[in-house]
């Protein structure tokens, strides 16, 4: 089963900046959509960003919480997805995944979503 694969975590200051990688080895990102969740400890997956595929209308989403904080975006060449997010806040401390669907969806719904991958783990923490 094909897997993407995510990077780029790591311990950050509030206020700070990260940018998260997604990638793919076997297949090309472009006809898929690609979606970014996480999960904190104690609570469920949450949808955080998703970009929809190069064969349909540009289409960007994020879940209220980030709108103006984080910037989703594909670099083709790369067959890369990336998640940039600054001003980041403790609250945004979880593990992060990404996942393929054919599109994002209404809701941004994992249950849509498959080819996760192994996530990595963000902190916010002074």
């Known amino acids: 089963q094909v897997q993407l694969v995510e990077s780029g975590g790591g311990l950050v200051q509030p206020g700070g900046s990260l940018r998260l990688s997604c990638t793919a080895s076997?297949?090309?990102?472009?006809?898929?959509?690609i979606g970014w969740f996480r999960q904190a400890p104690g609570k469920e997956r949450e949808g955080v960003s998703c970009?929809?595929?190069?064969?349909?209308?540009?289409?960007?989403y994020y879940t209220d919480s980030v709108k103006g904080r984080f910037t989703i975006s594909r670099d083709n060449v790369e067959n890369t997805v990336s998640l940039q997010m600054d001003s980041l806040k403790p609250e945004d401390t979880a593990v992060y995944y990404c996942?393929?669907?054919w599109g994002c969806g209404y809701e941004l719904a994992a249950g849509d979503f498959s080819s996760w991958g192994q996530g990595t783990q963000v902190t916010v923490s002074s």
């Open positions: 996942a393929l669907a």
């Open positions: 970009i929809g595929s190069l064969d349909h209308p540009p289409y960007t």
């Open positions: 076997e297949f090309t990102l472009d006809y898929y959509a």
